[in-house]
Nanobody, 115 residues
Framework: VQLVESGGGLVQPGGSLRLSCAAS????????MSWYRQAPGKEREWVGK????????YYADSVKGRFTISRDNAQNTVDLQMNSLKPEDTAVYYC?????????WGQGTQVTVSS
């Protein structure tokens, strides 16, 4: 299983950024795919997920209405579109999936929201 995030960077408050996670090594469409983030000095926080069956999306209250998850089961990718970014969104963002008992994380991509 491999998860590789891309798309992080520096953006001004109010701006937008799109992260992408490329997955390989498993039957992508069957599994939930989640995004997490970890800010300096804080615990890792769940951001949202796309359910494997049916593709229903769930979001943390802190990002609801600003972030959107989309997945492409043909390309084995899951994206995180982030709009109206705030300084408190600054964190390393991780792609995550759990297959049976095993958790899999990407290496993370840094998002910095600052003027």
């Amino acid at each position: 299983v491999q998860l590789v995030e891309s798309g992080g960077g520096l953006v001004q408050p109010g701006g937008s950024l799109r992260l992408s996670c490329a997955a390989s090594g498993f039957s992508f469409s069957r599994y939930d795919m989640s995004w997490y983030r970890q800010a300096p000095g804080k615990e890792r926080e769940w951001v949202g997920k796309s359910a494997g069956a049916g593709g229903v999306k769930y979001y943390a209250d802190s990002v609801k209405g600003r972030f959107t998850i989309s997945r492409d089961n043909a390309q084995n990718t899951v994206d995180l579109q982030m709009n109206s970014l705030k300084p408190e969104d600054t964190a390393v963002y991780y792609c995550y999936t759990k297959i049976w008992l095993y958790e899999h994380w990407g290496q993370g991509t840094q998002v910095t929201v600052s003027s």
